[in-house]
Structures are given as C-alpha cells and as structure tokens.
C-alpha cells in the first residue's frame, strides 16, 4: 500500500485525490501496459512526493510529470 506512510487524514486525503487527477493526465501514456501496474506506480510516485507539495494540484502534476519521465 503506497500510502501508508502517510498518517494525517489530511495528507492522505490529499494524495488520493491528487492520484485520481494525476491518473487521468497519464493513463493513456503507456499504450499496451497493464493499467493496474501504472496506476500503483503512479501510486508510489504520488506518496514520495506527498511532503513536498503544496496542495493537491501541485501534487498531481508534479507525478504526473514523474511518471512520464520514468516511463
């Protein structure tokens, strides 16, 4: 579970709306791949970079990002 370092209800609320949006940015990115495989790894890029954003958009574009470059 990605998201289990994060402890606040806040910070984890925040992450999983900024999984939902950062996902409809990137879902399409990886023709072929297995959605649920990107999705938890778009997971694991949302949760290292929760501490560093500022709010939820900022966090869902900054893992959208992420997520392009490592892909």
């Given amino acids: 579970m990605p998201f289990r370092s994060l402890s606040d209800p ?3 609320a925040r ?3 900024a999984l939902e949006k950062a996902w409809t940015m990137v879902k399409h990115a990886e023709p072929g791949a ?3 495989k990107e999705r938890q790894r778009l997971a ?3 949760a290292g970079l929760a ?3 500022l709010d939820e ?3 869902a574009n900054r ?3 992420r997520f392009r ?3």
């Fill in 69 to 71: 470059k490592s892909s």
């Fill in 57 to 59: 958009d900022e966090l």
């Fill in 51 to 53: 501490e560093l954003a």
């Fill in 34 to 36: 297995d959605p649920e």
């Fill in 63 to 65: 893992a959208a990002e």
């Fill in 10 to 12: 806040v910070d984890l």
């Fill in 44 to 46: 694991y890029i949302v």
């Fill in 15 to 17: 992450a999983q709306g």
